[in-house]
């Protein structure tokens, strides 16, 4: 049995807003989005970033929204994809940072306030 990660999804109030911002200032391609469903899908290479909205009515999703994901997406000069999302407005936690197995790491907010992880080498 073969397993092959597919998407891993984040959850929007924001969804009209928060699909903008990884298509128009992240720059990540988008695969699909249908505004009546409340999804889209932005390629990640092998795999993709789903954005899934959520009624903030329902506490048990909204709960989801805002928090840190946990998901790392790799890029190839991380400190000139740090200065371009930052030069665009986005909101950092704090600049990259070296970690102690040799990555670099930097924490960004979407409008959602759901904090991505973009690892870079230094």
């Known amino acids: 049995m073969a397993f092959t990660l597919y998407a891993v999804r984040i959850f929007s109030i924001k969804w009209t807003e928060t699909v903008a911002f990884y298509r128009d200032v992240v720059g990540l391609p988008v695969t699909f989005a249908d505004e009546d469903m409340g999804w889209a899908q932005f390629s990640l290479g092998s795999a993709n970033l789903g954005v899934e909205r959520c009624d903030p009515a329902d506490t048990e999703t909204a709960a989801l929204v805002g928090r840190f ?24 936690v704090g600049p990259p940072e070296k970690q102690p197995w040799g990555g670099v790491l930097a924490h960004f907010k979407d409008p959602d306030g759901n904090v991505q992880t973009l690892m870079g080498q230094p």
Request: proline content about 0%.
């Open 69 to 92: 994901v946990g998901t790392s997406i790799a890029v190839e000069d991380i400190q000139s994809v740090y200065a371009d999302l930052l030069e665009k407005g986005v909101e950092f």
